[in-house]
């Protein structure tokens, strides 16, 4: 089974792309996903106790959580701390059905992949990249989106550039969507020809 891993800074149109090869038929584990459920269940308890106040009626406030972070962003090693091996764990199970199901290609969507060096977890990496200022026009138009949060979420994240030099493939989401569907379709052309060992 081959296992590929997509990354992309905000807004570079990662969750798209993801869509796109689900659209193909491959298997698609979503991190983001993943948290958004732990944020209902597992993560609820432990979260409580190291960010008082910050879940209601058993799940995190994702917005009291913004601010506890905004205002001490050395407390984001602590969400880590407690989100992180829950994302893998829910990440491993999904690796462990599919092997089952002896499905052939996987993608982990990890947004954070290069800086939790989730690279060394998989066969290839496929970066998401469009040009900076589409980028920061799509992140701008979120809701409840500012300057200051835009600086604080890229300065977490491992720029553009690097992603792109570290990628083994390249999906620039610039122009149409029909573009990108055919670079995504490109990508599963490509590896899935390629004579596994």
Same mark, same amino acid.
């Given at each position: 089974m081959i296992i590929l891993g997509l990354? !992309?800074?905000i807004g570079m149109g990662k969750s798209t792309a993801a869509q796109m090869f689900a659209d193909l038929g491959v298997p698609v584990n979503d991190a983001d996903a993943a948290v958004h459920a732990l944020y209902q269940g597992e993560a609820v308890a432990p979260i409580e106790a190291a960010f008082p106040g910050a879940t %209601? =009626? !058993?799940a995190v406030d994702r917005k009291e959580l913004s601010r506890q972070l905004s205002e001490n962003p050395a407390l984001f090693k602590t969400l880590e701390a407690i989100v992180? @091996? #829950? %994302?893998?764990? $829910?990440? *491993? =199970?999904? #690796? =462990? *059905?599919? *092997? $089952?199901e002896k499905s052939s290609l996987v993608l982990l969507d990890? @947004? #954070?992949l290069f800086e939790t060096k989730a690279e060394n977890r998989v066969d290839a990496v496929v970066v998401v990249t469009c040009d900076p200022a589409i980028q920061k026009d799509r992140v701008m138009k979120r809701p409840g989106m500012t300057e200051e949060k835009f600086a604080l979420i890229l300065s977490r994240q491992v720029p553009d550039a690097e992603k792109r030099a570290k990628a083994d493939y390249i999906i620039d989401t610039s122009g149409e969507l029909d573009s990108t569907r055919a670079q995504v379709a490109d990508i599963v052309r490509q590896v899935t020809s390629q004579k596994r060992p």
């Open positions: 990354t !992309g800074s %209601v =009626a !058993g992180h @091996p #829950l %994302v893998r764990k $829910a990440e *491993r =199970a999904f #690796l =462990a *059905r599919h *092997r $089952a990890i @947004p #954070l």
